[in-house]
């Protein structure tokens, strides 16, 4: 295990970036949303945008979107089928991993799928052997060939588009159609909170804003970077329980962090396993919600780790 950690760190740095990828050639709608996003979450820095109110939605935004949107649903359900839940919960948290702004969930899983094939190879999207902000957030935003929808969504998420649901999302108004309504959802959350609690228009205006940059921008900013930091972080920082072949970590910052995910070498180790953490001292929250809706009966075959 020792040499194989060793190995991993002594490659890292010396990878080319994937064929495919034009660094050159921008991909302006992700340059733009993630930029925009980035400078709507600083309205949070503005005393006129805080609020109480606003901080605790943000917070449990986090583990809503966060925790059970991107990591339950996307990464362990949809992408490695460790549980089955029915159809009506499954796309419930669907729409909640698409108001984490991170892509429609066929290509959020084509991309990882990938990601596990080749991982730490050339062929990854995201390897910190080329370097560390190429994988957290470089990658996204610059034109990758060997990621166009149609030929990765043909190997890697035809499973994903055999549901009449998934392949709406891909059609680009409805996505936005859903992250735009719960902008209106939050705002109006908050100033109709106000305006119910006696409060004046200007109050409940200046609340209805806080609780969309709060629970919004801030919380998807947040998210992001907590996602990006399994991509960076876990692969370059951490110890290995298995030699899984890559440079794949176990990071507990990370793990607190993300609900669970920082755990990343056991994860490669048992890619379909829905358990990250390995005992108590590895908290999954993740696992927990998993396991939770085991016990009410909304999760079946719950792929548990074998080793």
């Not at 839940?85 to 959020?108: I, K, M, N, S």
Request: aromatic share 12%; charged share 15%; glycine share 10%.
């Amino acid at each position: 295990m020792a040499q194989s950690q060793q190995a991993g760190a002594a490659a890292i740095g010396r990878l080319a970036l994937p064929t495919g990828v034009d660094p050159r050639r921008l991909l302006w709608p992700y340059v733009i949303g993630v930029g925009l996003y980035h400078l709507l979450a600083l309205l949070a820095l503005l005393p006129w945008c805080f609020s109480w109110a606003g901080v605790v939605v943000g917070l449990l935004g986090i583990t809503v979107f966060g925790t059970l949107g991107i990591n339950l649903c996307f990464h362990r359900l949809l992408t490695h089928r460790g549980l089955s839940v029915p159809r009506w919960l499954e796309h419930g948290l669907v729409v909640l991993g698409v108001c984490a702004f991170q892509d429609t969930p066929a290509r959020w899983v084509a991309v990882h799928r990938r990601h596990h094939e080749h991982s730490d190879a050339q062929p990854d999207p995201h390897s910190p052997r080329v370097n560390l902000f190429w994988s957290h957030i470089g990658w996204m935003l610059v034109d990758n060939t060997e990621l166009a929808r149609l030929g990765i969504f043909e190997r890697y998420a035809k499973d994903i588009l055999r549901d009449p649901f998934y392949r709406a999302l891909e059609r680009g108004w409805r996505y936005a159609g859903i992250l735009l309504g719960s902008w209106v959802v939050f705002f109006l959350l908050g100033a109709l909170g106000a305006l119910a609690t006696g409060s004046d228009a200007a109050e409940a205006l200046r609340l209805g804003v806080s609780l969309l940059v709060w629970g919004v921008f801030l919380r998807t900013v947040a998210v992001w970077h907590i996602t990006w930091s399994v991509n960076s972080f876990s692969h370059r920082f951490g110890t290995q329980r298995f030699a899984t072949g890559d440079d794949s970590r176990n990071n507990l910052m990370v793990a607190l962090l993300s609900a669970g995910e920082g755990w990343h070498n056991n994860h490669h180790a048992e890619p379909r396993s829905a358990r990250h953490g390995r005992g108590w001292r590895e908290l999954d929250q993740t696992w927990a919600c998993i396991w939770l809706l085991e016990r009410l009966g909304l999760a079946r075959g719950v792929a548990r780790p074998r080793r």
